[in-house]
């Protein structure tokens, strides 16, 4: 043991540069491997912290164009919710309601849900709409020129404005979106809901 001390200490003393660039290089050989996990860990959780920003905690969505007259029914529901990994369900009918603005009626993308968790997660709302109430994006609310607390007519029928969330920006273009309670959006209306 002391011969290979000694010869170290030898070949120390005799070559110091070559010794001190051999650590140096295996330093920083050992520092950039670490560099490059920690990099690749944080770039994957990046993408996901900006995909949960997006969409919310949803994974999967299901629906059917009601042209091509498509039926999802209970027992595609329950046979969905079974799959290994559902932790969780929120039924979202989709339509277009014709919203009283300036002077006319347009078609607005409009969206019936319920209170839970998940949805408000998707479509980055806070409060829960009741009867009679309604949520929308700020930039159809700018558009309008409404408020909390201002009245929306929708399909002729009022709706007393609650909440107003921001546009989801990450996606491109920003639809202008009316939120309704799952159980009242569609009174008044004879458009059938385009997804559950």
């Known amino acids: 043991m002391k011969t290979i001390f000694a010869t170290s200490m030898r070949f120390l003393r005799a070559n110091p540069f070559i010794t001190l660039s051999s650590i140096l290089s295996v330093c920083l050989s050992i520092s950039l491997v670490l560099t490059m996990m920690m990099f690749a860990m944080n770039a994957k959780q990046s ?6 920003e997006m969409f919310g905690t949803m994974d999967l969505s299901v629906g059917y164009d009601t042209a091509d007259n498509g039926v999802i029914d209970q027992d595609f529901l329950d046979r969905l919710t079974a799959m290994e990994g559902v932790k969780e369900t929120s039924n979202v009918l989709i339509t277009q ?12 993308y409009s969206l019936g849900v319920g209170t839970d968790e998940l949805v408000k997660s998707r479509y980055h709302f806070k409060k829960e ?8 994006n700020e930039s159809l609310a700018n558009a309008l020129g409404v408020g909390v607390g201002d009245d929306l007519t929708v399909e002729g029928k009022t709706f007393s404005l609650i909440e107003t ?13 009316l939120i309704l309670s799952h159980d009242a959006s569609w009174v008044g209306t004879s458009k059938p809901p385009m997804c559950w």
Do not use: H, M, R
């Not at 969330?165 to 979106?177: E, L």
């Open 47 to 52: 993408v996901k912290d900006e995909v949960t």
């Open 97 to 108: 309601l014709a919203l009283s603005s300036f002077g006319g009626e347009a078609p607005t």
């Open 129 to 136: 709409v009741g009867e009679g109430e309604i949520i929308i």
């Open 165 to 177: 969330f921001k546009d989801n920006t990450g996606t491109g273009v920003v639809p202008d979106i």
